[in-house]
Structure formats: C-alpha cells, structure tokens
C-alpha cells in the first residue's frame, strides 16, 4: 500500500541534498556563504512545510498518528519481536521529531549570524554581542547534533533492513509499504491541494521572515 506520498518522498529527498550541501558550503568550501545562506532559508521552508503537512497531510505522515506514547515507545523498545508501523516506528518517531526542531533552530540561528565578509543575517544587529555569539554556538552545536543523527537514522535503517523490514529502503523511493491494517488515503485533489496549501505557507513565511521582520523590528537593511 502506499504508505508515503510524493511530497514526502521529494521532501526526504530534497532534505538529504540540502543538508549534505549546508555541511559542503559550510565545513569545505570558503566562497558558499551566500548559497550557505539561501539553503537555510530553504531548510526552514521545508521544516515549516514538514509541520504543516503533519497537521492536515495524509493520515500516515499526521504526527497523531506516528508520535508514541510513553506506553508505545516503551513496549517497542522491550519487545524482541517488533511490530510494523504504519509510518514510523516510535524510536523513528522521535528522530523525526529531533530532526524538525534541530534544523528549525539551525536554520533560524542563521538569521542572528555574519562572516564578515559574504553574507549578514537580517536579524543580525538585533540582539547584544553576546547573545549573538552564543546563537552562534548554538548553530554550531545543532548541526553537530543534526550530523549525529544522521549516523543514527543510516544505522538504524540497515539494522531494519536486514532484521525486521527488509522493504524499508525501497519503501523510500516508491512510497509501499506491506500492511496488513491499511488506511483510507486521502483523493489526489485534497492531497495536491493540501501540498501546495503548505507549500505556499512555507514561502509565504519564510519571505516574511527574511523581507519584512527585519523592519517591523526597527533593523537597519543590510545586505543579506
């Protein structure tokens, strides 16, 4: 059955892009600062798409229906004998989960940061010297932990692959899953419509962010 739909097969995607480009601009290259930046605002959309599609996107990517219970994640990770989930099991619930706020915060740090030379933040001269400097190791410290949780998510998607869903990977790019308690999905209309409903409150917020809160915050435009 398919389980993931497109925009969430495109957004996982476009997520594994993004985030090994933020570490290639940022770790290697010393002229990408610019595009460093614009993938940031990118990384919002998309994190800001993610929580929207997980409010009223189909019923397997909703986060009531993947986020455990204290009970839930406790009997899965007891459990020798593990039970297929519709969408994510309850430990890959909560990567999900760490993930979205790791690079929300990451993304949204950037907006306090400069390098003195390629790119200047529009929130950069809102807060004091040290509050800007501890944003910035914040921003270090989240894509730490980001990098942290990808060698987690590729561990633990082999391990699954050869113990328990030997489908899984394969799952990632068709979107099927081999269930035995299905749901309803939702009608190509509503799932297009819902998208791009998402899509557009994810640029719609991310361009006020960036052009606009500056200003409404007293900031002197610079460039950014």
């Known amino acids: 059955m398919k389980v993931w739909d497109i925009y969430t097969r495109l957004w996982h995607g476009l997520l594994v892009f993004a985030l090994f480009f933020q570490w290639l601009s940022g770790e290697v290259l010393d002229d990408q600062m610019q595009n460093h930046a614009l993938m940031g605002y990118t990384l919002l959309g998309m994190m800001i798409f993610r929580i929207c599609w997980g409010l009223i996107g189909p019923e397997a990517i909703r986060f009531t229906r993947f986020v455990p219970s204290w009970t839930t994640l406790v009997g899965y990770v007891t459990k020798s004998n593990k039970a297929i989930f519709v969408s994510h099991n309850p ?3 909560l990567a999900i989960l760490a993930f979205i706020v790791l690079i929300t915060l990451q993304a949204a ?3 306090f940061m400069e390098d ?6 529009p ?3 809102w807060l004091s010297e040290s ?3 501890l944003i910035a190791e914040l921003h270090e410290i989240a894509f730490t932990g980001i990098l942290l949780l990808i060698a987690i998510h590729i561990v633990a998607v082999i391990y699954h692959r050869f113990k328990h869903e030997p489908y899984i990977v394969k799952a990632m790019v068709t979107g099927d899953k ?3 308690n299905p749901f309803k999905s939702l009608p190509a209309v509503q799932l297009h ?3 791009w409903l998402c899509i557009a409150v994810s640029i719609i917020t991310v361009w006020v962010l960036v052009n606009h809160l500056p200003s409404w915050l007293g900031i ?3 460039f950014y």
């Open 116 to 121: 003195e030379i390629f790119f200047t933040g």
């Open 193 to 195: 419509l819902r998208a």
């Open 109 to 111: 740090s950037g907006f």
């Open 178 to 180: 081999p269930l035995t």
């Open 220 to 222: 002197e435009a610079d």
């Open 123 to 125: 929130l950069y001269n």
């Open 131 to 133: 509050a800007t400097s």
């Open 91 to 93: 430990l890959g619930a």
